[in-house]
């Protein structure tokens, strides 16, 4: 991503919100945020995004092509699922990146050409660069937390103690939870 590039999150559960400040940081311009949960949908504005979009109220796609004449320079889905997959490709300019993070528990099906006729490129992420530059990486990071430009804060939506750590986990996994971070303090 350069300076200046608009950029489209799909998703905006923590690592989502995490990427929203991250291209902050970078320089991005005008950043767009994909997520049908209200809450983490209004978080996602918190940390940074400026256009948080609802996909069961508007189609993503035509709300960011509308408002940036062609689309976004880079793409991050970050929910697995399909349909999330398919806006965020097409949500792309000609010659734009997508970067896939979501750990899809489905395969999910592509028109080949949504890659090939308009030059895009699809990249996949997974947690750290790792090897000798994880260091870096994890001192970038932590650099960029002591200097304000990532907040954890805003992504811990609650605090539970040890004895309801399983109680805390389980509500993650519920559709409609509109928690993004459980906090577990001992």
């Given at each position: 991503m350069d300076?200046?590039?608009s950029v489209a999150v799909f998703g905006s559960g923590p690592i989502g919100?995490?990427?929203?400040?991250?291209?902050?940081?970078?320089?991005?311009?005008?950043?767009?945020v994909s997520e049908p949960n209200r809450?983490?949908?209004e978080r996602s504005a918190v940390v940074g995004a400026d256009r948080p979009i609802d996909p069961t109220d508007e189609d993503p796609v035509e709300v960011i092509r509308s408002e940036t004449g062609s689309g976004v320079e880079v793409a991050f889905e970050v929910a697995g699922v399909e349909p999330s997959y398919d806006q965020a490709l097409r949500s792309t300019v000609h010659d734009g990146h997508l970067t896939l993070v979501g750990i899809y528990e489905e395969p999910v099906s592509f028109?080949?050409?949504?890659v090939v006729?308009?030059?895009?490129?699809?990249?996949?992420?997974n947690?750290?660069?790792?090897?000798?530059?994880?260091?870096r990486e994890f001192e970038m990071t932590v650099s960029m937390l002591d200097?304000?430009?990532?907040?954890?804060?805003?992504?811990?939506?609650?605090?539970?103690?040890l004895d309801d750590v399983v109680d805390g986990f389980e509500s993650l996994l519920e559709r409609d939870n509109d928690d993004v971070k459980v906090l577990v303090e001992p």
């Open positions: 300076a200046g590039d919100l995490a990427i929203v400040q991250a291209a902050r940081a970078a320089g991005a311009g005008k950043i767009f809450k983490r949908r028109d080949p050409n949504e006729l308009v030059e895009r490129t699809v990249g996949g992420a947690a750290f660069l790792g090897g000798p530059l994880s260091k200097r304000g430009e990532l907040r954890a804060d805003p992504l811990v939506t609650r605090c539970i103690g």
